[in-house]
């Protein structure tokens, strides 16, 4: 019902930059909120942070609080994650997804996801 495109993610040196974006399709709710997850490699997919429908309410993790930020475009269906000072950690594929739950915390909450978007940060 609903299709969610990501595109943003790259090769950046630590303490560089990145804006993510997710341009979101089709079937639409009066009320949701968009999720942003990550994985990297052996690790389990974790919550980075979470935005309203009408972007007045956002949630992040404790690891990314004060460097991401997340927003929204409704004109545009988007919602971004801006990342400042980026550290090697922050290193893994980057997902979208949708929540009827605002904030939400862990994966199965979430019933569409975006492709994902790799982040790569390099010393």
């Known amino acids: 019902q609903v299709q969610l495109v990501e595109s943003g993610g790259g090769l950046v040196q630590a303490g560089g930059s990145l804006r993510l974006s997710c341009a979101a399709s089709?079937?639409?709710?009066?009320?949701?909120?968009m999720g942003w997850f990550r994985q990297a490699p052996g690790k389990e997919r974790e919550f980075v942070g979470a935005?309203?429908?009408?972007?007045?309410?956002?949630s992040y993790a404790e690891s990314v609080k004060g460097r991401f930020t997340a927003s929204t475009d409704n004109a545009k269906n988007t919602v971004y994650l801006q990342m400042n000072s980026l550290k090697l950690e922050d290193t893994a594929v980057y997902y979208c997804?949708?929540?009827?739950?605002?904030?939400?915390?862990?994966?199965?909450?979430?019933?569409?996801w975006g492709q994902g978007t790799q982040v790569t940060v390099s010393s």
């Open positions: 089709g079937r639409t709710f009066s009320r949701y909120s």
């Open positions: 935005i309203s429908r009408n972007g007045v309410r956002t």
């Open positions: 997804a949708v929540s009827p739950s605002f904030g939400a915390m862990v994966p199965g909450a979430y019933d569409y």
